[in-house]
């Protein structure tokens, strides 16, 4: 089994396409067993479903692409025998299957935690109707399949560490708890766990102040109180007492203050406040690291040039689907942290240009098609003449 280590040592002078490809394979492939009948080999029925993420097709359009692939009725047979509790288990060691050249045991990074929505046409049934969310229109739907994703925001090594579906009736507390025990796993520290507003809560922050998780969370300016402390022409610290439904809670605010200077023809100043815990940070200092939480953003954006497309029901295909859709975002940063940081003094740094996003997908697809055999010919219908 080709392992990322072996890989790394292969390359010398150039990444090849097999290279991409292979990698992308061999994180499931080593991590799952589904059962298969016949002589279909499970790698082939993985090398299916990475052609369909690095080319945007679905179970039904690879068919049609490439010859030595599964019918479409094999591949949704065999993928509805895995089952979500196994995948849950499994997704994280398929994900950091090629981290191990960037995180170093013991070291501290930047994390964020945030949702991202597919959109969801279809019907809500018995089986998916805990995972089917409402939400706000987007797409022209309102029902979203939602996923949260724990993500290291450090520049250079900016990897999701973990992606889990979000369920109904499962507390944001309780994914962090999970979320923590991955970091546990990956034994590396936190410096920092960035979350947006969506996480504003007593609960979240009685739990992380429990936990001493260092964090950074946007304030939400509710009440008259809280409006009057975010009123100032100087950063500064403040305390805040969180009323809810437990306890009174008592919070740390660092208050940065930006000036406007006619930005969008507004002038004055804006006080942006965020609740903190486990730093000594100054308030702009705690604006710039909650700033790069955004790169996230970039990561969901890079994740849907690779998310096959799918109209299915099934939560596990779709899962899965999503797994690999980040697990091929992860494997090219691996790929650019080994192989395109410049050899300098100083911190470390890539040229994302010569190796980029766009190019790593291509190659994933070029690897595959030579095993798949793309399909180079169509029987015609009719014959003119």
Same mark, same amino acid.
């Given at each position: ?134 939400? $706000?229109? *987007? ?7 939602? #996923?949260?994703?724990?993500? &290291?925001?450090? /520049?250079?090594? %900016? ?103 006619? $930005?969008? *023809? ?7 406040? #965020?609740?903190?815990?486990? &730093?000594?940070? /100054?308030?702009? %200092? ?37 797994i690999i859709s980040f697990l091929l975002k992860n494997i090219w940063v691996a790929l650019q942290w080994m192989f395109f940081s410049k050899v300098q003094r100083g911190p ?38």
């Open positions: 089994m080709v392992k990322h280590r072996q890989i790394a040592r292969r390359i010398k002078n150039e990444i090849q396409a097999k290279d991409c490809s292979e990698l992308a394979v061999e994180a499931i492939n080593r991590n799952i067993t589904i059962s298969i009948n016949g002589t279909l080999k499970q790698k082939t029925l993985i090398q299916s479903l990475v052609g369909m993420s690095a080319n945007k097709l679905s179970v039904h359009s690879i068919n049609k692409s490439v010859e030595k692939v599964p019918c479409e009725t094999s591949v949704r047979y065999h993928l509805s025998k895995m089952d979500l509790d196994s995948l849950l288990e499994l997704q994280s060691k398929i994900l950091t299957y090629s981290n191990d050249q960037i995180l170093v045991p013991g070291k501290s990074y930047h994390f964020a935690i945030d949702f991202t929505d597919d959109p969801y046409y279809g019907e809500t049934i018995e089986t998916n109707k805990d995972y089917v969310i409402k939400s $706000k229109m *987007k797409n022209s739907t309102t029902t979203f399949y939602s #996923y949260i994703s724990l993500y &290291i925001t450090t /520049k250079g090594q %900016r990897l999701t560490l973990a992606v889990l579906p979000v369920k109904k009736g499962v507390s944001k507390v309780e994914y962090i708890r999970k979320f923590l025990a991955f970091i546990e796993d990956a034994k590396v520290n936190i410096e920092i766990l960035c979350l947006d507003r969506g996480f504003y809560s007593n609960d979240v922050f009685s739990f992380l102040q429990k936990e001493n998780i260092p964090h950074i969370v946007p304030v939400r300016k509710h009440g008259q109180e809280l409006k009057k402390i975010l009123r100032g022409n100087h950063s500064r610290y403040a305390p805040y007492t969180m009323m809810g439904t437990s306890e009174p809670l008592d919070l740390t605010l660092a208050i940065d203050v930006q000036y406007l200077q006619g $930005k969008n *023809k507004k002038f004055g100043n804006v006080n942006l406040g #965020y609740v903190v815990y486990g &730093i000594d940070w /100054k308030p702009r %200092r705690v604006y710039q690291v909650y700033k790069n939480r955004f790169a996230i953003e970039s990561s969901y954006r890079i994740r849907n040039i690779v998310k096959a497309k799918t109209s299915s029901r099934n939560v596990v295909l779709r899962y899965l689907l999503t470390r740094t890539i040229d994302e240009d010569l190796f980029r996003f766009d190019l790593f997908r291509l190659f994933v697809w070029e690897g595959l098609r030579k095993n798949l055999k793309f399909v180079s010919c169509v029987s015609v219908l009719r014959c003119p003449g």
